[in-house]
């Protein structure tokens, strides 16, 4: 998880509890406010206030799942075109004969070494998204002083490094692109609506335990969006992690 993430657990316990205290809170307040300031013309207009409020808090959070979601898609599908060019690679350096041997075992031992960076086997780990540490740059020189002969060799050879070349840069815009794409501005500007929103729910709340219920329920609900929002824009940590098996596939066929 990048550094600038903060835990999703954490921040939607935190996020459950401003929502839901502020419910709790108003149904408390309720029995000391005055009989007339419970009418049915003040919840009229605190209803048409809160129905503002809600429409603009449903518009944001729409706004932060699309921005979430558009980070795990693009990561996803940076992914899988990865993986494709890692194989297409391993085949040509197949066709390009002996000399090209050497490259396909430093190939696999890169892929290999990519998986357990970017999924380690401990969920406690964090992805490792830097590719300076891989050897990818050794993959690029061996093609670079592969021999070209004749004309087939050498536009295999251009294709290689032309692959090489989009495979280190998809690795590098997998970094670039692991800085928090969500803005706790905002998130901190919708959690303030719903809190709001909450408040107006339990102040004209009939103080029961069924409407303390709802309470807790709708804001665990809420909490529970704020925590998918988190994980979707961290794609390599959490719950939600983006899938390793295009790139295990990728090993049971490098080299064959």
Request: charged letters at 15%; proline letters at 5%.
């Amino acid at each position: 998880m990048p550094d600038d993430m903060v835990n999703p657990v954490i921040l939607s316990l935190v996020v459950f509890l401003c929502v839901f205290g502020a419910g709790y809170l108003a149904t408390v307040l309720r029995a000391a406010m005055p009989e007339h300031h419970l009418s049915a013309d003040t919840k009229d207009t605190v209803k048409l206030s809160m129905g503002l409020v809600a429409t603009m808090t449903a518009l944001v959070l729409g706004l932060l799942v699309a921005s979430a979601k558009g980070t795990y898609d693009v990561d996803r599908t940076n992914i899988i075109n990865m993986a494709a060019k890692l194989v297409m690679l391993d085949r040509l350096f197949g066709h390009y004969g002996p000399e090209a041997a050497p490259l396909r075992v430093t190939l696999r031992e890169s892929v290999q070494e990519m998986v357990d960076r970017l999924w380690p086997d401990s969920h406690t780990e964090h992805a490792r998204l830097d590719p300076s540490a891989s050897s990818g740059d050794a993959i690029y020189f061996g093609i670079e002083s592969l021999p070209a002969s004749d004309d087939l060799h050498r536009g295999m050879k251009a294709r290689g490094l032309t692959a090489a070349v989009e495979i280190g840069h998809s690795r590098w815009l997998l970094l670039a692109e692991s800085a928090s794409s969500i803005s706790f501005p905002l998130l901190l500007v919708v959690v303030f609506w719903l809190s709001i929103l909450f408040f107006s729910f339990g102040l004209f709340a009939p103080p029961n335990a069924t409407a303390v219920a709802a309470l807790f329920i709708s804001a665990l609900s809420v909490a529970g969006a704020i925590f998918l929002i988190i994980e979707l824009a961290t794609p390599f940590d959490g719950v939600v992690r983006i899938p390793s098996r295009p790139m295990h596939m990728v090993l049971d066929h490098l080299g064959k």
